[in-house]
């Protein structure tokens, strides 16, 4: 079964410096999403991309974030000033084009990046 | 986005069928109930949606009163490997975002 990949499994970087984690969504998906979940705590709805631009972000996708589908098949998230509190697991979705057979909120996420800021 | 209340932990044993019952009194007209599963570590997974009545799948059943104020997942046979946390979400369908509460952490002892 296809599945949402995502790279590195964790990354450990220092405060201030840029990290850029990477998705592969599922090929024939169309709508891509971050979340993130703070160790102990909810996951977290982050920005929502479809048609190459975002369609909705959350207060916490401030202007250190951003996102990019720099070619077919990738999708990336770069903080460019990690802090401290960047700490977390990031998770990649995506999903289809809602079709009859599929459910409409069904999202397929990734296995996440762990980012670890010291 | 409708709030949905759910308990925070339960427990059960192998081969039991387990009910996790989420509260969504001001769910909208348009919203879909929707659950999903995650596995420490992991990344959700879906699980099952409805809008009314009952929904099965292979995996779950997904009972839906009338009045749609509440939902409950049915897991039938729970194995050990179904311990996780189950989150309830209450939202229109191609709803650009998913928002997650706090889930219910099921542990399923042997």
């Known amino acids: 079964e296809p599945e949402v990949t995502q790279t590195p499994s964790h990354q450990v970087t220092q405060m201030g410096q840029e990290v850029i984690l990477r998705c592969v969504p599922i090929?024939?998906?169309?709508?891509f999403y971050w979340y993130r979940q703070i160790l102990g705590q909810k996951v977290e709805f982050l920005v929502s991309?479809?048609?190459?631009?975002?369609?909705?972000k959350s207060e916490i996708f401030d202007d250190q974030f951003s996102v990019e589908r720099p070619d077919g098949s990738n999708f990336t998230l770069k903080i460019r000033s990690t802090k401290l509190e960047d700490s977390a697991m990031y998770f990649c979705?995506?999903?289809?084009?809602?079709?009859?057979?599929?459910?409409?909120?069904?999202?397929?996420f990734g296995p996440g990046t762990r980012l670890t800021v010291l | 986005l409708a709030k949905t209340t759910q308990p925070i932990s339960m427990d059960s044993y192998e081969g039991q069928e387990v009910n996790i019952t989420c509260s969504h009194n001001?769910?909208?007209?348009?919203?879909?109930i929707t659950w999903y599963q995650q596995f420490p570590s992991q990344g959700p997974r879906f699980i099952i949606q409805?809008?009314?009545t009952k929904v099965t799948n292979e995996v779950a059943s997904l009972f839906i009163p009338a009045d749609r104020k509440s939902s409950t997942l049915s897991l039938p046979r729970v194995s050990l490997s179904d311990t996780a946390v189950y989150y309830c979400?209450?939202?229109?369908?191609?709803?650009?975002?998913?928002?997650f509460g706090s889930g219910t952490r099921l542990l399923v002892r042997p």
């Open positions: 979705a995506s999903r289809e084009k809602t079709s009859g057979s599929r459910s409409y909120n069904e999202q397929f």
């Open positions: 090929s024939n998906h169309l709508y």
């Open positions: 991309f479809y048609n190459n631009e975002i369609s909705e």
């Open positions: 001001n769910i909208a007209t348009n919203d879909y």
């Open positions: 409805g809008y009314k």
């Open positions: 979400l209450v939202g229109p369908h191609s709803s650009y975002k998913l928002i």
